[in-house]
């Protein structure tokens, strides 16, 4: 399955000077999900996208999610996480919570409807497929897919009854590409999908970290008809893929003093063209509390931040550059983000 869209990501490691990027995600939390076999978040990620910036789904599930947890998931599609999952299955995750994590990050409640016109990708029972699991932020851990019994009931939220007790594929620490903080970077396996399965089925993804007690799960829904991989249910009346224009961000730090900081985030629209709209993005460290921010707007849920344009900053000329700031409560050094992601329609 081809990803339609890339997040560019620029890794940022900066206190006062600009240096070069870092490869190393940051302590604090991982993030990621299936993005072939595509998770529900990932899927209505991509059917949202449009020139413009904004997500404004086509898929009819996809607009019953936003319409239930709104559109912040969409942007942050690779945070269905669980703080304190610790591995667990049932009783852990509650039954009906298992597609949204019952996550404690953002509100992907939306997610656990029970549907039948998810984005759909389609497969062939017993073939091996290659597995790509997005690694927004890296750690060492298992990932376990879990595929649905027959007869499970579609009509009801997921539960831990309807899966197979035994994952059918199970990778540790696999190999992976790119640079955490894009949708162009991931772990990679390669599976054998269940035999004998015939139609409507759900994946469930669980990527349990094993230096924490953190874990990410998703649901990926799929067909089994022959099919090669080929994802349908995006985009239905959709206007054509729009194109990306990259831009960049460094993240410095201005100064601190004891238990806080302040920083500021230069964005650059590094092309010979105009720019309109950006969002910045990375992973706070722990203990790390935003308390007011300028010439943009933020959203902290967790480890993860954004940042969104104002409008007074939203159009970029050719190598132009506009600025952000935030102070933030912090005990110790003031920490920068190992990666921080800049994101332009």
């Known amino acids: 399955m081809r990803i339609r869209r890339t997040l560019r990501a620029a890794a940022i490691g900066v206190v006062s000077v ?5 490869a190393a995600a940051p302590p604090a939390s991982a993030h990621g999900a299936m993005i072939s076999i595509g998770s529900r978040t990932f899927l209505c990620y991509e059917d949202g996208l449009t020139s413009s910036g904004q997500e404004i789904p086509q898929n009819p599930a996809c607009q019953a999610a936003t319409a239930a947890s709104g559109v912040v998931p969409l942007y942050n599609w690779f945070a ?3 703080r304190t ?4 299955k049932a009783g852990v995750i509650p039954d009906g919570k298992l597609c949204s994590g019952n996550s404690n990050y953002y509100d992907f409640s939306g997610f656990d409807q029970a549907r039948s016109d998810w984005p759909v990708t ?3 029972s017993g073939s091996t497929f290659t597995i790509k699991y997005n690694k927004w932020a890296a750690h060492p851990g298992t990932f376990n897919l879990y595929i649905t019994r027959d007869g499970w009931d579609q009509t009801r939220p997921l539960t831990w009854a309807d899966l197979e007790t035994v994952p059918f594929s199970t990778a540790t620490n696999p190999p992976s590409v790119g640079n955490p903080g894009s949708a162009s970077s991931y ?3 390669t599976a054998t999908l269940p035999a004998n399965k015939t139609g409507n089925h759900i994946i469930f993804s669980q990527w349990v970290r094993s230096d924490s007690t953190e874990n990410f799960l998703g649901c990926s829904d799929v067909k089994f008809d022959g099919g090669n991989g080929n994802v349908t249910g995006i985009g239905a009346g959709a206007p054509p893929p729009p194109t990306t224009t990259p831009c960049a961000a460094a993240y410095t730090v201005t100064s601190s003093w004891p238990g806080g900081f302040q920083a500021q985030v ?3 629209n590094p092309t010979t063209s105009p720019m309109t709209g950006w969002t910045v993005g990375w992973t706070t460290a722990e203990g790390e509390t935003v308390t007011s921010s300028w010439n943009g707007t ?3 849920a967790g480890s993860l931040a954004t940042v969104a344009a104002a409008a007074w900053n939203n159009h970029l000329a050719a190598g132009g550059t506009t600025n952000f700031g935030f102070t933030a409560n912090y005990n110790g050094t003031p920490p920068v983000p190992a990666s921080i992601s ?4």
Not at 18 to 22: K, R
Not at 342 to 345: D, L, N, T, Y
């Open 18 to 22: 600009v240096v070069m990027t870092i």
């Open 80 to 82: 269905v996480g669980n």
């Open 85 to 88: 999952a610790n591995g667990g």
């Open 122 to 124: 389609h497969l062939t």
């Open 187 to 189: 772990y990679y396996w």
């Open 266 to 268: 230069t964005v650059t």
């Open 298 to 300: 933020l959203t902290q």
């Open 342 to 345: 800049c994101q332009s329609p």
